[in-house]
């Protein structure tokens, strides 16, 4: 099959787009006949090598995390999908990925598509919208009619959790600048503040209940934005963490989180947007064998770019 990998860590040059052996399936897992695949700014980090440690990879290395497409083979004790059922799923990061014509993944991480949107477009949910839900739901416990401030609201992560969060009942406000405002605004967004030209402490007028980071602050900057929460607030970074202490002087809540691969949480996030309440926010539908060429934006994207591989309409 034809795959994007990488056969050492390095820098957007060691990704290649090149002939790789065509998985199989083990017991418990199913193989993917791959529609389309997104970009993830980890994806970046990973190929550079800089979480090694942590996560180490096998190389060659077949990147992205995120997929769309249909089940083509199903492992023996697999329950629950057939041959042609229309799936999307977050993948393990640390296994060969979706950047390639078919990946296998445990059966357990995939859900089935929504229906509404165009199989393709959902392959940019399943990693942004689960760092959403869990980090406004899980960690942190957004209730109807509260205030949530999502920082790097036009994101890939902030897109779905702005949507999300107005799913939910809450007044959302976001940061982003000005090529984004009214895609925001399209999405429902309440308020927005420019981080390019406004200070975020001058511009809200009310303080928060939630304070959903996202963007490239840095651990100081971050830590500042919990003066911003009202008592018994909380603070969820997917990037830099809160100082600890200062959020026990302050009274709020600090979580640095870590997205969790969920395939029930998928399903509910493909009920909801077949209900309408959320749809993915694509800025570029590429070939698969300009990987690359998106590896070189990481940091100046919006929304998500996908990679398209295969038209399974
Ligand atoms: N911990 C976890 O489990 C987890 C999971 C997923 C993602 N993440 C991390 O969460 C972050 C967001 O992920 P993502 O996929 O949404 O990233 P992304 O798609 O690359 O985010 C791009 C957006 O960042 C905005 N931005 C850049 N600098 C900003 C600033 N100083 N203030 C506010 N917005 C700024 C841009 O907004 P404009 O276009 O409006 O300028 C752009 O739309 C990344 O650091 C990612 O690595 C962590």
């Known amino acids: 099959m034809k795959a994007v990998r990488y056969h050492q860590y390095g820098a957007v040059e060691v990704l290649r787009y090149e002939e790789a052996p065509t998985p ?24 550079m090598g800089v979480m090694k440690d942590i996560l180490p990879l096998e190389l060659p290395f077949i990147p992205n995390v995120d997929v769309s497409g249909v089940i083509e083979k199903i492992g023996e004790s697999v329950n629950g999908f ?41 392959a940019a949910l399943p990693g942004g919208a689960m760092t959403a839900w869990q980090g406004l739901f899980d960690h942190g416990n957004l209730q109807s009619g509260q205030r949530v401030l999502i920082t790097a609201a036009a994101g890939g992560v902030g897109s779905i959790a702005v949507q999300l969060a107005k ?23 309440d308020e927005i503040i420019n981080y390019k030209n406004e200070l975020i402490e001058e511009k809200l007028t009310e303080k928060v209940d939630l304070i959903f980071n996202l963007s490239p602050l840095s651990s100081e ?24 202490d200062v959020a026990k002087n302050l009274g709020v809540h600090v979580v640095r989180m870590g997205v969790q691969r969920n395939a029930k949480q998928l399903s509910q996030i493909a009920d909801i947007v077949d209900q309408g309440h959320v749809k993915p926010f694509i800025t570029e539908r590429l070939a698969l064998k300009e990987l690359a060429a998106v590896h070189e934006k990481v940091g100046q994207t919006r929304g998500k770019i996908l990679l398209l591989v295969n038209d399974l309409v």
């Open 24 to 47: 199989d399936v083990s017991a418990d897992e199913v193989l993917i006949k791959v529609a389309a695949t997104a970009f993830n700014p980890a994806d970046a980090m990973l190929r």
């Open 82 to 122: 057939q041959f042609g059922d229309k799936v999307f799923a977050f993948l393990d990061m640390t296994k060969n990925g979706a950047a390639a014509e078919y990946v296998v993944c445990k059966a357990d991480d995939v859900a089935l598509a929504p229906e509404n949107i165009d199989l393709q477009d959902a």
């Open 167 to 189: 799913w939910k009942g809450a007044y959302v406000i976001g940061t982003a600048s000005e090529e984004s405002i009214s895609a925001l605004q399209d999405l429902g967004i």
């Open 221 to 244: 900057e971050v830590t500042k934005l919990l003066l911003l929460l009202k008592d018994g607030g909380t603070l969820v970074s997917a990037y830099n963490p809160a100082d600890e």
